[in-house]
């Protein structure tokens, strides 16, 4: 069962959902070392975990994600390291945000994302990680690099312009402008959004949701979709034809088939 090794994270597995909630409020929940690190490690333990059927990323307090610990860069150039040491160390730090980031792209289960607040910098990030995103309607956004001067990292240059195309991508990466949840949604960036008051309910009934579907289904499908993105027409009709032949040797494949002929809903094992 996935644990943290620090308390910058909580984590909690119920139900085969696995909660991962970001824990610096004071700090709105940006990111430092120590988080960094136990997002690598977390994450590397539910993507291998086959008792955990969905991830769930949500944030303390009031905010989901502020991005990075300014603070902390602060602190670092105060002590004026040469070049090669300040290379060196944002080196070693986004080889540990890429891995997270990879992990949750990559792991054959839904990542479902619960933003609140602040959806800023590596949290707007974090959040373009995740398969599906419920978001409160008080939400604000901004990818925000652009004024600190640095350009993006977490994979937003790989995910922003699949997710609202080229020219929307470069106007939240170079302007760096805040805009609110109705823009988010009507760029395709969250899925749907809710009453504050609202989100953790729903998060909770998506979650469970999702966790009582077709696990190795729903596996075939994120790989599919993250793997259209590179390939041509044949290699991906090619890489369906394989991906349902896998799901049909399945006993909730077999489940189902006779549900649907029974007329009653599915009761998936994830078998």
Known sequence: MASSPNDTLVVETTDAICRITLNRPKSLNAINPDMARALKQVAAEIKADKAVRVAVIQGAGDHFMAGGDVKGFKALLDENPDEAAIRAHFDEMLTIVHGFIADFRQMPKPVL?????????????????????????????????????TAPDAGSTFALPRTVGLKKASEIALLGDRFDAAE??????????????????????????????????????????????????????????????????????????????????????GS
Request: net charge negative; glycine share 8%.
């Open 113 to 149: 994302g619960s933003v609140q607040g602040a959806v800023a910098g590596a949290g707007f990030s974090l959040m373009l990680a995740c398969d599906m995103v419920l978001a409160a309607d008080d939400s604000f956004y901004t990818l925000a690099y652009c004024h600190l001067g």
């Open 184 to 269: 988010a949604f009507r760029c395709g960036l969250v899925n749907r959004l809710v009453p504050a008051s609202e989100l953790q309910a729903e998060t909770d009934k998506l979650a469970k949701r999702l966790a009582e579907g077709p696990v190795r289904a729903y596996a075939e499908t994120k790989a599919l979709l993250n793997g259209s993105l590179t390939r041509s027409l044949e290699e991906q009709l090619a890489a369906e034809t394989a991906a349902f032949a896998n799901c049909t040797v399945t006993e909730d494949f077999k489940e189902g088939v006779t549900a649907f002929v029974e007329k009653r809903p599915p009761r998936f094992t």
